[in-house]
């Protein structure tokens, strides 16, 4: 199907032009979201007159979208949640709750404007891309921990389970010395002299 976009569609096209797409991705996507019109002669002559008013409108989005990119660019938010010793969450963490944790801060982010390829499912500080406008992308950082202290130290790029794993590590290597020494079953033996 021909269609005449009015808008800029990443990987398809820039305003005015006529392009061709599958029909179901312009029956589905293009035609409902008003990105683009059927490329027929009336839409063509209503494009024309219109041309103007579209670029405009489309000028005010994108200057909209570069203002509120200007505040969200490089922020980061912590995402407390559950998780195992190996740093897999019980869970995941979705575009939806990643727009809520903006939301948390005054500003406005829907959640199809976040780029998630796929949900993040484990402990980390991991960058996001949000697209505010077709021509307007913003990184922000998810920081998902545990806990704040933890969040904390993901933030100072500290890796927080390779540094539990050396912890319990040393903790063993301890708690093993000391055996080898006699400590924890001496005073037991000590008690009994037969």
Known sequence: M????????????HIGEVVSVKDGFARNFLLPRHKALRANAQNLKFFEAQKEQIVA???ANKAAAETQGAELDGQQYVMIRQAGETGQLYGSVTGRD???????????????????????KTLGVH???IRLHAEVSITITVNVARSAEEAERQAAGENVIASQFEEDRLADDAAAADLLEGGAGQAIADSYEY
Do not use: C, H, Y
């Open 2 to 13: 021909k269609v005449v976009l009015l808008e800029r569609v990443e990987n398809l096209g």
């Open 57 to 59: 409108r489309n000028a």
């Open 98 to 120: 990643v727009s809520d944790a903006i939301a948390e801060t005054g500003a406005k982010v829907e959640r199809n404007q976040i780029v998630l390829d796929t949900p993040i």
């Open 127 to 129: 960058s996001l891309k």
